[in-house]
C-alpha cells in the first residue's frame, strides 16, 4: 500500500529512466459476484515525478482468482525512443516509423516486427524500386551502393525476422525485436538523414595544401 509522502519508484518517460514519484490522489473501486464468489479491486494512483514533475496514470487490477496484480500505466512507459532525425525522413516513412513505435510502447511485438519489416521494404522501393523479390531488392541496393556487403546480411536476417512472424507465427524476444530496431535505424539513416549533413560539412572542410614538388637538382659537370 502506498501512502501519501511515500515515492514509489517506476519508469519516468521524460527523464527516461527509473525516479521517484509522489502520491497526488488515489481513486479504488471494489465489486464482487456473490454467486461466484468472485471479488476485484481496481486502484488508479496519479503520480508525479519528483525530477521533472511529469504524471503519470497507474491503474492496478486485483481479482480474486489471479495471485498476480495486473499493472497498466498511461501513457505506457516507454523503453524506446523514435529518433529526433524522424523529421528527416519522407512523410509516409516518418509516420510508419511512428506507428511502430507505438506498438513497441504498447509490447504488441509481432505488429512491432512486422512494421520493422514493412519499413525495410518501403526504403529499398523507394531507393531502387520493386524487383519483384525482397532479394531482388537487396541485390540492387547493394549494386546501386546504398548498401554494403555486410549491411545486406543484417538487412537480410531482419526481413526473415519479420516473416516469421507474419508466416510462422513467431513470437519475438525483446532482444530480437531491439536488434532489428537496431538494424533499420541505421538503414534509415543512412539512407534519408545523413546525405545533406554530410554535404553541408564537406563544404566547411578546408582543402588540403597542394604540394609543391621538390626541384630536381642537376649535378654540375666536372
Request: proline fraction near 5%; charged fraction near 30%; glycine fraction near 4%.
Amino acid at each position: 500500500m502506498l501512502y501519501k509522502g511515500e515515492p514509489m519508484k517506476i519508469h519516468c518517460n521524460h527523464c527516461r529512466h527509473e525516479t521517484n514519484h509522489d502520491l497526488l490522489k488515489r481513486e479504488v473501486s471494489t465489486g464482487a459476484d456473490e454467486d461466484q464468489d468472485f471479488k476485484w479491486r481496481t486502484e488508479f494512483d496519479m503520480l508525479q515525478c519528483r525530477g521533472c514533475e511529469e504524471v503519470t496514470l497507474r491503474r492496478k487490477f486485483d481479482f480474486s482468482e489471479d495471485p498476480e496484480s495486473s499493472i497498466t500505466f498511461y501513457p505506457p512507459r516507454v523503453a524506446r525512443w523514435l529518433p529526433a532525425w524522424k523529421y528527416s525522413l519522407p512523410r509516409e516513412m516518418k509516420g510508419l516509423m511512428e506507428e511502430v513505435y507505438k506498438a513497441l510502447q504498447a509490447d504488441s511485438r509481432r505488429l512491432a516486427m512486422m512494421g520493422a519489416r514493412a519499413v525495410i521494404e518501403y526504403a529499398m522501393q523507394e531507393k531502387v524500386g520493386d524487383n519483384g523479390t525482397f532479394a531482388e531488392n537487396l541485390q540492387k541496393m547493394e549494386e546501386a551502393g546504398f548498401v554494403s556487403r555486410t549491411n545486406r546480411k543484417y538487412l537480410d536476417v531482419a526481413l526473415d525476422a519479420g516473416s516469421a512472424v507474419i508466416h510462422r507465427g513467431h513470437l519475438p524476444t525483446d532482444t530480437q525485436l531491439e536488434t532489428v530496431m537496431d538494424i533499420v535505424e541505421n538503414l534509415l539513416h543512412s539512407l534519408f538523414v545523413l546525405e545533406k549533413p554530410s554535404g553541408d560539412l564537406k563544404a566547411t572542410i578546408p582543402s588540403r595544401p597542394v604540394r609543391k614538388k621538390a626541384e630536381a637538382v642537376i649535378p654540375k659537370s666536372t
